[in-house]
């Protein structure tokens, strides 16, 4: 990141010996990775399975696995979910009603009423916040909404959004209807940073330069913690506290971030921030999201001889009131302290339940672990990719160079007219990968469940499809 002197940067990027690109190689860092046993934790979908199109049970499949680079997209089943819904379709047939209000013995999940409030502990340590400071709820695109609800305050001399050049369309959606739910023109009140003519990253120096030059007349910075295109890494930290030096505000979407790259959300004093969950969670499609208030914005006061409390603005629900009184139903709204008093509505167990199953697994390592893997496993697909592939190489890395300023992905820029064709080639070899029009493909090999093994077979197939698509 762009804090870390060039020095360090440098000395923190892995080296391979001549002999890398081998199979024999690839096998032996295999061998010693720490994470390893936790492969044996997901299910991995058969090549063959990934070609029909019917439904295959897991103890059906065969022993032949795809090669899964997709976990920046929806990240793969853990075994430990099957279990974690059995167990919460148990309670609810057992005891229905009071499943709300009952501990079961020898069930993985807690009482319904307390299941956010777990899972919101159970990602905490993931995103370098409190358990109070984490809320589960809703989806990643409904919870920006929600917090811009709260912290996008615009007037007439401060009401611009600073945004990415490319944000993520559900993102670009958001903010684009904020500003004109307030009365502006989305023309004039969306900044958007960018990278210079011909290049994809963006230096933190330009981040920093355009805060300071709309700081006057801005509301709120909405940034992505990694890029989705490209796969940069911001220097989160950095950014925010030169824009709160101004007076600003800061949010952060780390739907590409939690989970793939160590965060401190309150040590770096970060305003809020969501993400979703099924990526590098694993937590399954459209799974329920989190999102992060920083304890500031969540105090809840109550002044003496007054009965109304005191707290910030923010767009209220039933399940963001006190759980003293959450079922007084009087209609006084005397909000949760904390993230949960942003919570608008009665959360979906089943989701939550799915969402604790991944997290079991997750918890079990711990951000500085997986990191440690991602930056050597990536590494290794960079290092294949630059040093192995045909001379007239046919792509260019547009992911930072600089390990500290990427997560797990690596974004591949095609030469034009070859995406659909590669991207065929590969699929048919059994390699799932991410493609984005036009010429992008995205690799992301997570630590959790791919191998040193599989990126080196990845590069094998991806050279052969290069040299015919050529």
């Not at 853990?78 to 501990?103: K, M």
Request: net charge negative; with cysteine; hydrophobic share 40%.
């Amino acid at each position: 990141m762009g804090s870390v002197a060039v020095e360090e940067q440098q000395s923190l990027k892995p080296t391979f010996s001549a002999e890398a690109n081998t199979l024999e190689y690839a096998q032996s860092l295999d061998a010693k990775d720490h994470l390893r046993l936790f492969r044996e934790k997901f299910i991995i979908p058969s090549k063959a399975n990934t070609k029909t199109k019917k439904v295959v049970k897991p103890e059906q499949a065969s022993d032949d696995p795809c090669i899964y680079f997709c976990g920046n997209s929806l990240g793969l089943q853990p075994r430990a979910t099957a279990e974690y819904l059995q167990a919460h379709l148990n309670t609810w047939a057992s005891i229905g009603v009071y499943g709300h209000f009952r501990d079961l013995e020898d069930s993985p999940l807690t009482q319904w009423q307390l299941l956010a409030e777990h899972a919101s502990k159970q990602q905490a340590p993931i995103v370098g916040a409190s358990p109070s400071e984490v809320a589960t709820m809703g989806s990643l695109t409904m919870n920006l909404h929600l917090l811009m609800g709260s912290f996008y305050t615009p007037t007439a001399s401060k009401n611009k959004i600073i945004l990415d050049w490319k944000a993520f369309p559900s993102d670009h959606y958001a903010i684009e209807s904020q500003i004109q739910g307030h009365g502006y023109d989305p023309k004039e009140a969306m900044v958007m940073i960018g990278p210079e003519e011909g290049e994809y990253e963006v230096s933190t120096e330009k981040i920093l330069s355009i805060i300071d030059e709309h700081a006057s007349t801005t509301a709120l910075v909405l940034l992505p913690g990694i890029q989705y295109y490209t796969g940069q890494f911001f220097d989160i930290k950095v950014i925010t506290a030169h824009a709160q030096s101004k007076g600003l505000l800061v949010g952060w979407d780390l739907a590409h971030a939690a989970g793939n790259v160590p965060l401190q959300l309150h040590d770096w004093n970060v305003d809020f921030a969501a993400w979703c969950t099924y990526k590098y969670m694993n937590a399954g499609p459209g799974a329920i999201a989190g999102l992060y208030v920083h304890e500031r914005h969540g105090k809840v006061e109550y002044p003496e001889g007054e009965g109304k409390p005191v707290f910030r603005h923010r767009l209220s629900g039933w399940y963001g009131g006190d759980q003293v009184g959450r079922f007084n139903m009087d209609n006084k709204f005397r909000p949760s302290p904390g993230a949960s008093g942003y919570q608008v509505s009665n959360p979906s167990v089943i989701d939550l339940t799915s969402l604790c199953g991944a997290l079991s697994v997750l918890n079990q390592t711990s951000m500085p672990q997986i990191r440690a893997k991602s930056l050597k496993l990536t590494a290794y697909l960079a290092h294949l990719l630059l040093s192995t592939s045909p001379s007239d190489r046919a792509f260019r890395i547009i992911t930072p160079s600089n390990p500290e300023a990427r997560g797990t992905q690596l974004s591949i820029l095609l030469k034009p007219g070859r995406l659909e064709t590669l991207s065929d080639m590969l699929e048919d070899a059994g390699i799932i990968a991410d493609k984005r029009k036009p010429d992008v493909i995205r690799v992301a090999p997570v630590p959790l469940y791919n191998t040193y093994e599989e990126v080196w077979r990845f590069v094998q197939i991806f050279n052969r499809a290069l040299e015919k698509c050529a």
